[in-house]
Each structure stands twice: as C-alpha cells, then as structure tokens.
C-alpha cells in the first residue's frame, strides 16, 4: 500500500490497481436468476406494456418502501416530469437545490417550469429550508427536495413549510433507494418520491426510475400519463395527452435482481463507508462525508480543502487516475452554473459553490472490497497529508517536460 510520496504513480512507482476502478458500478445480483429471468421473457413473448415481470418489480418496490404505490417507468427523468404534470403544473417556479444532477432542473424546465434555485446548508449537506421559505413567492407552484448521496435531505422541515403554503412537494430520490428516515424507508415521503434506476444506481434495471406515492389517485394519473394517456381500467381509451415513459421487460427483470441483491449490498457499502472513516480519519483538509446506519451508502463521499492540505481535489483526481482509479465530481458545476441557467437567470449560492469545488466521490459498492477501500485510502491518505509536497514535486515534474510533452 502506498505511504510515501515516491510510491506514487504519478512519481513513478507502480500503479496500485492493474484494473480500473470507477464510481458506479452496477449491482447485478445473482447473475443466473437474472438469466433465468430474461429466458422467461423471451418464453412469455409480452415484452412491454405493463407485463408480469414490470407488476412484480412494482409490488416489490412498494413492499420494500412501505408505500402504496410504486409506478415504474423508462428513468427517473421522465417520471419527475410526469409527477409534474400529474399534479397539472405547466407554469410557474418550482424551488429546489442547485446541489444536484442537472436532471432536476430539466426534468421542471421540460415541463414549462422554471427551477428557483436554494443554497444548501453545511452542517447536513442538504437544502436549507430557510432558503426555501424565502424564495416561495406567488410564483411557486412546487418544492423539489433532494436526497443527495442517499442523505434525506430537512423531510420535516420541508413537509411543515410546503403544507403551510399548499404547495406539492417532491423528493428526487434518485440516490437514496433503501435509506430510512426516522424509522421509514425513503419513498413514502411528500407527495411523491422518485428513484433512479440507472445502471450507477444502488440498484439498476440498466435505466429506470420510479414513482412511488401514498396518493392512489396521483398513481392512477401517473399510469397513465406514462403510457400514452389510456385510461387505468381498460387500458383502450386514451383520456389525457401522456407520452411513452414505460418500463420494458428485460429492465423489470434485472431490477428484480438488483432489488433482490439490496440488503447485501447496502451491507457491503455500509462496510466499505465504515472503512473510509476510519482510513481517512484525521487528515487535515479531507472530511469524509458521514453516512448513518440506515443509509445505502452507495458513495464514498469526501470533500478537499486545497487550503488546509496543499492539494487540490485536480491533482488528487491526477493522483488517484495515475493509480487506474477514477474518482467522480457529484455535482460541479452545480445546477446554478451550467450553461442554461447561469445565462438566463444568474444567482450566487456561496455554499453551494464551496462544496462544488471540494466534493470527490471515491468508488465503491460492491465490485470495490474492503481491501480495495484500504488500498485507495492509503493513496489518498499518503497524497493530502503531504498535499505540499505533492502539489510542487508534480510542478516541478511539470516544468522539467519539453514544450511539446505539455501540450
Ligand atoms: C439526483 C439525480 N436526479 C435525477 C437523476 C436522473 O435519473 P435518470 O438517469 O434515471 O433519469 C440522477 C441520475 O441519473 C440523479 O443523480
């Protein structure tokens, strides 16, 4: 395991791991039943439209929430959408993190709405409610909270604010499938939760997404909505204007599988997180982003102060890829500075921003073993202790390459 600077790859020792190591694998679970199960598509000829195996997925998601209502779909971007127009909003603002992946902010943009931007709050990582309630006008027409990295975000807070105003409230649940909220599982919050099952998920049907509510008339909406506009009952009339957001068979089946897997998985992370903790305690400018027992821990989260260690989260990244392993930003640029709407509507979201620069994500879930874990710990460890050293030796190395190498 790397513990002095010369061990490192990018100062010519050997690369830690021969293969590479992302963020982000995919959970199979138990590769044969997943076999069994296309073959039993394959024998059953009914591909789609709301076959056995997309009704299996939804009894056991819902079971697995405890919430009514699960209602699968093709990814979580469309079922935000759909959520959308169930509720019947086509215009007005709609309150949510910047901290987050872009799909938030599309998926209310799709729809004709506009994102109202909320900075978040440090202590717990997620959106502050203060901000919320300041930024509710008469523009509002919904509040979108965020489960980022699996942390449920302020759910009473939220809930108290958005039932004072009469305003619907999501939760974009994309990471946080298995996480618990004093003592209920992520899903069966607001008015409705939406998951992500994208093949990076905690689990995945290769894409997919979920909408899971206590509402029966909202799932009934959302049904429908995802499937054209027929009706629930025959399935022959078309009632609304809706689009093609179902869920085929192949991806119902592998997210059995997945599901299937979660316990183990979340186990198996829940480790891995533990180890982090423990590997990276104590080194100035690192934090390790804390998870509690109850979450899926599907990120290894940390954050970079390049003034307290010397090192920036660029060159960590340099170091770690040197080593084949491929750290993830989730999420810089944050929502606020992308392109469509820093232009169209620029705010500044200082803690937002602050986190941006410093979040890295480190791989783990469970292709990554605890081994694995300890040996990427030590590269860290070994690069942000001596993160001055590091930073001028790579400067140094840096200056000594002909003009041609560095272009
Ligand atoms: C926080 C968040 N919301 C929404 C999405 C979009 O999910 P999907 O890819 O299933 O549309 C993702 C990632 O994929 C995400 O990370």
């Known amino acids: 395991m790397k513990q002095r600077i010369s061990d ?7 690369a830690e791991f021969e293969n590479p190591v992302h963020v982000g694998r995919p959970t199979i679970g138990d590769r044969s039943r997943f076999l069994e199960r296309l073959n039993w598509v394959l024998d059953n000829q009914r591909f789609t439209n709301d076959g056995p195996m997309v009704r299996q997925f939804e009894e056991r998601l819902a079971e697995m929430a405890g919430v ?67 930024a509710i006008t008469s523009r509002t027409v919904a509040v979108v909270g965020v489960h980022l990295w699996g942390k449920p975000c302020a759910i009473d807070e939220l809930e108290k604010l958005t039932s004072k105003h009469g305003l619907p409230l999501m939760f974009d649940a994309a990471h946080a499938l298995g996480c618990s909220f004093q003592g209920r599982r992520i899903g069966g919050f607001g008015t409705a939760e939406v998951y992500s099952f994208h093949a990076t998920k905690v689990i995945n049907s290769f894409e997919g997404g979920a909408i899971a509510t206590d509402d029966d008339a909202l799932a009934q909406r959302v049904r ?53 903790r423990s590997e990276l305690y104590g080194v100035d400018g690192l934090t390790v982003v804390p998870f509690d027992e109850y979450a899926n821990c599907q990120y290894g989260v940390v954050t970079i102060d390049q003034a307290a260690s010397g090192i920036s989260r660029e060159l960590l990244t340099k170091v770690l890829n040197a080593e084949n392993v491929f750290p993830a930003r989730y999420f810089d640029p944050a929502c606020h500075q992308l392109e469509p709407y820093r232009t169209e509507n620029p705010v500044v979201l200082p803690n937002t921003e602050r ?32 993160g001055h050293q590091v930073t001028d030796r790579f400067q140094h190395q840096a200056d000594q390459q002909p003009v041609s190498a560095q272009a």
């Open 8 to 14: 490192l790859s990018l100062f010519g020792g050997r």
């Open 68 to 134: 009514r209502n699960c209602v699968v779909t093709a990814n979580a971007t469309t079922a935000m959408q759909i959520v959308y127009q169930a509720l019947g909003l086509s215009g007005g603002e709609v309150i949510m993190p910047s901290m987050t992946y872009v799909a938030t902010a599309h998926a209310a943009r799709m729809m004709g709405l506009t994102p109202v931007f909320c900075d978040m709050d440090l202590s717990n990582w997620c959106m502050d409610p203060a901000e919320v309630e300041n």
């Open 224 to 276: 429908s909505l995802r499937n054209f506009g027929y009706d629930g009952v025959e399935g022959r009339v078309i009632e609304r204007v809706g689009t093609n957001a179902k869920m085929h068979e192949v991806s119902a089946a592998m997210g059995i599988n997945s599901l299937e897997a979660l316990e183990d998985t979340m186990r198996h992370n829940q480790v891995n997180h533990k180890l982090f």
């Open 355 to 386: 986190l941006a620069e410093q979040i890295l994500v480190l791989p783990t879930g469970p292709t990554v073993c605890p081994q694995d874990v300890r040996r990427i710990s030590a590269i860290v460890r070994c690069a942000v202790t001596n």
